[in-house]
């Protein structure tokens, strides 16, 4: 995406770009076959739950897109998902074409795909064991209708168990996973369970992000440290890994999540919509480079 390129900057995200001879507006010509339409997967993972993790997938599909990037974003927690609720998309169910299952579109360069679509009640759980969880991810894969996606997010349910594991082995090679975690000691302790897991599977690690990373104070203006400020950085650090940035607590956030509108563009000057706008640029950045 360098600045005063003629090529379109979605071809810096294709793995074909090697050769191609074409610098070309129009990327839907681009040579690949079916499962290579879909040109990075990224995984997103947390060591444990509560750490927003759902949150940071959607701001970062919502952000990708308004980028000019396309997105798939696959809902892979299959007993909590909440991908749906956080963009606005409760009710909505996948249709089937001739093509395979039609992902939900949120938005413009953004398609969605999710296990609450499936089921006519958000109150019903769904008690699957491992393999009926891999066949529903593998029809994610195989038998959505995606068309040409830039990056593939996966918002994994927390830990390190089949889902992961599922979504590695159907998408091929990951172009690398993204951990979120909280500043307090017990989400760094599992976080970084997550980062070695994900180096395990032979998935780059593109770096942590720590979410809910102090939160101002709307009488005071002062920063109001709830769950300890800085040991993502401090993980990151010690692992070896890119510590992608921090994203404030604001309270503003949870209403809008309950309201199905992404921070992202709902709220366009607070700051955590400025810091999820510098992560997203520094991951577009990294996978640039793969």
């Known amino acids: 995406m360098e600045g005063g390129s003629t090529q379109n900057p979605r071809c810096a995200l294709c793995k074909l770009r090697e050769g191609c001879n074409e610098a070309r507006e129009d990327t839907k010509s681009c040579p690949s076959g079916s499962m290579s339409t879909i040109r990075r997967g990224l995984m ?69 795909v999710s296990v609450a679509f499936l089921s006519g009640d958000s109150d019903a759980p769904f008690v699957w064991r491992g393999p009926m969880k891999h066949n529903l991810l593998r029809r994610f894969v195989e038998g959505v209708h995606w068309g040409e996606i830039d990056v593939m997010i996966v918002d994994l349910p927390p830990g390190t168990g089949d889902e992961p594991l599922s979504v590695a082995k159907l998408l091929g090679q990951m172009d690398g996973s993204i951990i979120v975690t909280t500043p307090q000691d017990v989400a760094i302790l599992d976080s970084r369970k997550a980062v070695m ?30 769950f300890k400020k800085g040991g993502g950085e401090k993980a990151a650090r010690e692992l070896g890994v890119p510590f992608l940035g921090s994203i404030p607590l604001d309270p503003e956030m949870v209403q809008l999540c309950d309201a199905g509108l992404p921070l992202v563009v709902g709220r366009p000057d607070s700051p955590s919509r400025k810091a999820f706008l510098e992560v997203a640029s520094k991951v577009l950045e990294e996978l640039r480079g793969r």
């Open 44 to 112: 997103v993972m947390s060591g444990k739950g509560g750490v927003g993790k759902s949150t940071v997938s959607s701001n970062l599909a919502v952000a990708f897109a308004t980028m000019g990037v396309k997105v798939g974003l696959m809902d892979a927690d299959i007993h909590g998902p909440n991908i749906p609720k956080m963009l606005g998309l409760e009710g909505r169910r996948l249709a089937a074409a001739s093509s395979g299952l039609e992902p939900i579109e949120a938005m413009e360069n953004l398609k969605v």
């Open 197 to 226: 897991f994900s180096q395990k599977l032979g998935v780059p690690v593109l770096g942590i992000v720590e979410n809910m990373s102090g939160m101002t104070c709307p009488h005071c203006g002062k920063t109001i440290d709830l």
